[in-house]
């Protein structure tokens, strides 16, 4: 089995559901095998592109533009927020609990295709979307590079953020559970 088939067998474990439940939920089977046997290929994955994606808060609008063009002219494919045209604050009604949990699962979908994460955290600020996003960058394995030099939190804080992901998951895997019912 290739890594990326690995992956999505551990993630679908992680959610409590098997292979074809979690495709059902709108993944294309088809598309996915494709994908993972391009990306196992040696000479496609030697030739490919570095993946980078772009992890932070959506009000650092300035910094998402900006990091966007850099990585691109720096040749690589670069995977982003679904829209940063408007904070999560700006928009809304429009992201309800409901959607926020969705938007958030499929961002850490494109950090399972990413080689590197960067994470935009303008004047230090990492919230707690971005906090988990860098600790499922880090359990894959994947290179986490920082706009601005990290201040290594205090362990209470790394606590926090250990227990703020836990509080997430679990509430994260039980809507996915009802979705499925």
């Known amino acids: 089995m290739n890594g990326i088939l690995e992956l999505e067998h551990e993630f679908a474990a992680l959610e409590g559901l098997t292979l074809e439940k979690a495709y059902s939920r709108g993944v294309n089977d088809a598309n996915?095998?494709?994908?993972?046997?391009?990306?196992?290929?040696?000479?496609?994955?030697?030739?490919?592109?570095?993946?980078?994606?772009?992890?932070?808060?959506?009000?650092?609008?300035?910094?998402?533009?900006?990091?966007?063009?850099d990585e691109t002219l720096a040749g690589k494919?670069?995977?982003?927020?679904?829209?940063?045209?408007?904070?999560?604050?700006?928009?809304?009604?429009?992201?309800?609990?409901?959607?926020?949990?969705?938007?958030d699962e499929l961002h850490l979908q494109k950090i399972v295709l990413a080689d590197e994460v960067l994470?935009?955290?303008?004047d230090g600020y990492v919230?707690?979307?971005?906090?988990?996003e860098v600790w499922f960058a880090q359990k894959l394995g994947k290179t986490v590079r920082w706009l601005e030099p990290l201040v290594a939190p205090a362990p209470a804080?790394?606590?926090?953020?250990?227990?703020?992901?836990?509080?997430?998951?679990?509430t994260a895997t039980e809507a996915a559970r009802r979705r499925l019912r």
């Open 77 to 103: 494919i670069v995977l982003s927020v679904g829209c940063h045209t408007q904070s999560d604050a700006e928009l809304g009604a429009q992201i309800t609990p409901a959607i926020k949990a969705q938007l």
């Open 157 to 170: 804080v790394m606590a926090a953020w250990f227990t703020d992901w836990t509080a997430w998951r679990a």
């Open 127 to 132: 919230g707690a979307s971005t906090r988990r």
């Open 32 to 69: 996915r095998v494709n994908a993972a046997a391009r990306l196992a290929d040696p000479i496609i994955e030697s030739t490919r592109p570095l993946i980078v994606c772009l992890c932070g808060s959506t009000k650092f609008r300035a910094a998402f533009d900006r990091a966007m063009l």
């Open 119 to 122: 994470v935009l955290n303008v």
